[in-house]
């Protein structure tokens, strides 16, 4: 039994900031690489970064250089801090576990323009 919960989303606007949470449980959480994807009304899920288990990472180009993903393993739990935000980047935030393969109930972000 799995379980991710993400928190922190909300309405800002373009150039605003949020840090998103996810809280997992129900897993080795210091051993799973975790991610944080994206879908907006109507389009394809999509990736927007990747922390492993010795947190490195790795962003799509889309986010690079304004968000950073991070990790606190003694807490289990992962983070996106997202500057400068676009009105592109509106979309649902979901936490993704790549061992077990879960996802949590996603967190909504809304940037106005």
């Known amino acids: 039994q799995v379980h991710l919960v993400e928190s922190g989303g909300g309405l800002v606007q373009a150039g605003g900031s949020l840090r998103l949470s996810c809280a997992a449980s129900?897993?080795?959480?210091?051993?799973?690489?975790m991610g944080w994807y994206r879908q907006a009304p109507g389009k394809q899920r999509e990736l927007v970064a990747i922390?492993?288990?010795?947190?490195?990472?790795e962003y799509a180009d889309s986010v690079k250089g304004r968000f950073t993903i991070s990790r606190d393993n003694a807490k289990n739990m992962v983070y996106l801090q997202m500057n400068s935000l676009k009105p592109e980047d509106t979309a649902v935030y979901y936490c993704?576990?790549?061992?077990?393969?879960?996802w949590g109930q996603g967190t909504q972000v809304t940037v106005s323009s």
């Open positions: 922390i492993s288990r010795s947190s490195s990472t």
């Open positions: 993704h576990d790549y061992v077990a393969g879960s």
């Open positions: 129900g897993i080795i959480f210091s051993i799973n690489a």
